[in-house]
């Protein structure tokens, strides 16, 4: 059976206590072909050191044969955020499909073969994810409601909430690359502006019903608890991405209701955002600005935009 080349992807940023459970699930991972990029995203808590000292006895495991091959290798970067460790990583893959894993979460030892046999047996998906148990403080949950992972182009519910998980995400490199990469300006929400780029293109993502990772929650250095206001993240993604669709001369070409379900959304954001600072007692022009703006068809720079992303304006 043929076997494609899969690059793994872990960033790390001050997590040199649990980094080592996600590299071990992929140690033991069952498919045979594949590459391990760990990217220390400049990390201060010795996390370097202590991955260069255990390099040697992960490598020891590696087991090959015929035309498989394992291999791990440990890069060390000045600190660009999630989005800017992850596009490094990108960059350095080989495979033919890329997966990422999150230094705190942790993979089933059949994710990439039954994640593989999918692709495999569903041609047409060249983007798949996997169901999930949550580890909130020890606690396994399984989502419900609307945190039910879906398949296919759902690009209506990807607009409300991140419908995507980064850790059971697996995708065609070469067609990832030809969307865009993580945008790097963006702290948090990263996953929530790729996941819509892709939809937004045409493609579907597919859906293994089966948990095959571990994602964990509840710890106080997640990205989502050190920003305030993270609808204005969103609407930065969903603005841009308008703004470059137009550019391009795309955005006319996109079904109506594609369209819709955008406008919708960006209209949606920019009330929540005014209303929530109108009710802490803070200014709102500016914010009232940009949506006049963008409900007059106005283009918005790339200046106005990342207003947006200013902490001291928020």
């Known amino acids: 059976m043929e076997r494609p080349f ?3 992807v872990i960033p790390t940023f001050n997590r040199r206590s649990v980094v080592e459970r996600a590299i071990q699930s992929v140690l033991a991972q069952t498919y045979p072909h594949w590459e391990l990029h760990i990217i220390d995203d400049g990390s201060t808590d010795g996390t370097w050191m202590d991955l260069l000292s255990k390099l040697p006895s992960w490598k020891e495991n590696l087991t090959s044969f015929g035309r498989n091959q394992k291999s ?49 047996n569903f041609p047409e998906y060249l983007f798949s994810q996997t169901k999930e148990v949550w580890n909130k403080k020890g606690n396994l949950l399984e989502p419900k409601g609307k945190y039910q992972k879906v398949a296919g182009n759902f690009l209506k519910e990807s607009l409300e909430i991140c419908m995507v998980t980064c850790s059971s995400f697996l995708a065609h490199r070469e067609t990832l690359k030809s969307i865009g990469l993580f945008r790097a300006e963006l702290p948090v929400c990263e996953d929530y502006d790729l996941w819509n780029r892709i939809l937004l293109k045409g493609h579907s993502i ?6 095959l990772m571990v994602r964990y929650g509840g ?31 795309k955005w006319d070409l996109l079904p109506v209701e594609s369209k819709t379900l955008i406008q919708k959304a960006i209209q949606s954001r920019g009330e929540t955002i005014i209303q929530g600072r109108t009710k802490r007692g803070k200014e709102t022009k500016w914010i009232q600005s940009l949506m006049e703006d963008f409900n007059a068809e106005k283009s918005i720079s790339k200046k106005d935009l990342f207003t947006l992303l200013d902490d001291f304006s928020f």
């Open 6 to 8: 899969i690059s793994i």
């Open 72 to 120: 791990i290798q440990v890069h060390q970067i000045e600190h660009r955020g999630v989005s800017g460790a992850r596009n490094f990583g990108i960059e350095k893959a080989e495979g033919k499909w890329i997966t990422f894993l999150d230094s705190d979460d942790e993979w089933f030892p059949e994710k990439l073969t039954k994640q593989m046999e999918f692709h495999k």
């Open 206 to 211: 597919g859906l293994l019903e089966e948990n």
């Open 219 to 249: 710890h106080d250095d997640q990205l989502s608890n050190q920003y305030q206001a993270l609808e204005r993240f969103r609407l930065y993604s969903l603005l841009l991405t308008k703004e470059e669709f137009r550019e391009n001369g």
